[in-house]
């Protein structure tokens, strides 16, 4: 019974480390083509956008007032619009894509501040001030370079993600196959 599990732990450990690897060399090809990382990324954007007009559209069909009909079909033909410009305009849609990133990081790093403010004099205080500044610098840095900087945001940012997520997968990975082999 102990072996079949360790062979099955070892076996779904296998197919995470493979993972995890494909990850990493992924985020590391975004990393080092931020711009074709970006418009892949753009792309995959638009493409949800226009699921989501079908999605919205076809609910629309399923509503029994006429408020929620009409207003489904108005949000699925916006959201048809927004997709089908990013499909055709895919420089367009990293800018602003890029654009949208900065907003937020702004808005965060508000937010951040704030919460900072309202904490008092506790420990950990400035871990959270710290990480406020460093997301400020981010919007300054991509609101100073836009739209230039849509070369280069979209595909680092997820590009270190991916790194990172697949790094950890990996060390979570090869922390289980130890602990089971133990």
Do not use: C, K
């Not at 699925?76 to 420089?91: D, E, F, Q, S």
């Not at 990293?94 to 420990?123: D, K, N």
């Amino acid at each position: 019974m102990a072996d079949s599990i360790t062979a099955g732990v070892h076996r779904a450990t296998t197919w995470s480390i493979v993972l995890s690897v494909l990850l990493i060399l992924t985020g590391v090809l975004a990393i080092a083509s931020p711009f074709i990382a970006g418009l892949a990324i753009t792309a995959v954007v638009g493409w949800l956008l226009l699921f989501s007009a079908v999605l919205h559209i076809a609910f629309a069909f399923r509503a029994w007032r006429a408020g929620t009909v009409v207003a489904q079909i108005l949000l699925g033909l916006v959201y048809g619009a927004i997709g089908y410009y990013i499909l055709r305009n895919p420089a367009a849609g990293l800018a602003g894509l890029t654009f949208a990133i900065g907003v937020y990081l702004f808005a965060e790093a508000v937010l951040e501040f704030v919460l900072a403010s309202q904490m008092g004099p506790v420990s950990g205080r400035g871990w959270l001030i710290a990480d406020g500044v460093i997301t400020l610098l981010l919007a300054v840095m991509i609101a100073a370079t836009w739209p230039s900087s849509s070369a280069w945001v979209v595909g680092t940012l997820i590009g270190i993600s991916m790194l990172f997520s697949g790094w950890t997968r990996l060390m979570l990975s090869l922390t289980v196959r130890r602990v089971v082999a133990a």
